[in-house]
């Protein structure tokens, strides 16, 4: 696992009740060089006094020896899979002073899969995707990018350690309640996972509940280059991988606690000789000052040293004009800020502000002709983009709106290749309104 340093550790006492949970933290505490003489055990009671705690990170000292992101606090905690934080006493009586969000996690309330995009949904928001069913026994990251909320503002990571009772109770259960996907994502909730492994051995259970049934496989998202350990995993021939993949200068600005670009090739490049397979979006796209050469720099890393399966971009969104202004000051192309602010009125309150239409399509334009220079038949796709743009720039994309190849697509397994089914027959792609 990353070589984290954590200002405190936490563990809630149900946890040493569990064998499986219990070995897991030994194993991530050796990997921290730590024992269980440095762990607070704390019961339901104490709860409160646990998120109390944790509300004074981050730290005030500044260390040169580790990125304090990797000083964020764990909480191992009991994953409560079939209760509800509603019916819980405890979190009704939260006090004013303690974010309610934050009791929940350290209670073990971690929503143990969440459904995204669905159809209904993403026509409401103006959004292409396709629906999915995602898993995640973790919150909180040890990253610190600008564009996430858990990354910069989370206070801790919440570990649900009971993950074999979670894999019979909840990742079973659910992949034969629905036969019609294919693909999951294993990807927490504003989490890294894979930084996590392989102590903390979510993949290796995820991958063997995989391996119970045929062609039917877990994809990991990550920002990391934290690979070597699935060269040992089991099952990993049902594994692929999805990276978020930014610039160096993206890298370095904005996604504090990352590993460089150059870093996560060379991962790319260790996954394509363990035969594993994978896809990357350059998600989101920042148009920091000289973006152009950046990403043209990035998408020549790529096809120099990596073969991903599909490649996709998406634009920095879901961000105001505020917060853009406020979190990039200073290295943000100013001929984009000033676009974003010249089009405030239009964007406010849109899913893909800061930056309108136009200005997202001269992007994807620059990067579907670099990375056209370099491969001619590599699908290429938006991630999360309006049903405008689509129809734009389809032609360019070279593939249909409505079935296309993309990251994390629910019925596109290895190759790649589509699985369509009748409930999922195509992605939340609709023509847009005429004009």
Not at 151 to 165: P, Q, S, T, V
Not at 198 to 223: D, I, M, W
Not at 232 to 260: F, K, Q, T, Y
Not at 340 to 363: C, K, L
Request: one cysteine or more.
């Amino acid at each position: 696992m990353y070589a984290l340093q954590p200002d405190s550790l936490y563990m809630h006492a149900r946890v040493a009740d569990d064998t499986d949970a219990l070995h897991r933290v030994e194993r991530i505490l050796s990997a921290l060089n730590k024992t269980m003489a440095d762990v607070s055990v704390f019961t339901e009671a104490q709860a409160v006094d646990v998120v109390r705690a944790l509300q004074a990170w981050p730290p005030e000292d500044d260390r040169a020896d580790c990125p304090v992101q990797h000083r964020r606090p764990l909480v191992f905690t009991h994953l409560k899979p079939y209760s509800s934080p509603a019916e819980d006493p405890l979190v009704a009586a939260c006090p004013d002073d303690v974010p309610r969000g934050h009791l929940e996690r350290v209670l073990g309330y971690i929503d143990p899969t969440c459904d995204f995009h669905a159809y209904q949904s993403d026509d409401t928001r103006n959004m292409v995707c396709w629906p999915t069913r995602d898993f995640g026994p973790v919150t909180g990251c040890s990253h610190g990018c600008f564009y996430c909320g858990e990354g910069l503002h989370g206070k801790f990571l919440a570990l649900g350690m009971n993950i074999e009772d979670y894999m019979e109770r909840v990742v079973g259960p659910t992949i034969e309640a629905m036969p019609q996907q294919r693909c999951f994502r294993m990807i927490g909730w504003g989490a890294d996972i894979i930084s996590l492994e392989p102590e903390y051995g979510v993949f290796a259970s995820y991958l063997t509940k995989l391996s119970q049934y045929p062609e039917r496989y877990g994809y990991f998202h990550s920002n990391s280059d934290h690979v070597d350990w699935i060269a040992e995993v089991p099952h990993r021939d049902r594994l692929i991988g999805i990276w978020s993949l930014a610039s160096e200068n993206v890298a370095r600005l904005v996604e504090p606690g990352s590993p460089s670009a150059a870093a996560r090739v060379e991962a790319m490049r260790k996954l394509t000789q363990m035969g594993v397979p994978y896809r990357v979006k350059l998600k989101p796209t920042v148009p920091l000052a000289g973006w152009r050469e950046d990403y043209a720099d990035l998408i020549e890393q790529v096809f120099t040293h990596a073969a991903p399966e599909t490649i996709g971009f998406c634009c920095l969104i879901w961000m105001a004009l505020d917060t853009l202004k406020q979190r990039f000051s200073g290295i943000i192309d100013p001929d984009f800020l000033q676009a974003a602010e010249d089009a405030a009125p239009e964007m406010n309150g849109q899913t893909h502000s800061p930056f309108p239409h136009h200005v997202r399509a001269e992007i994807y334009r620059h990067l579907i002709a670099e990375v056209r220079r370099h491969d001619a038949r590599i699908p290429i796709f938006l991630s999360t983009e309006t049903r405008e743009m689509w129809a734009e720039l389809e032609d360019e994309i070279g593939q249909k709106a409505r079935s296309f190849m993309c990251g994390c697509n629910p019925v596109q397994v290895p190759g790649p290749r589509m699985y369509l089914t009748e409930q999922i027959s195509h992605s939340t792609y609709f023509d847009p309104p005429a004009s």
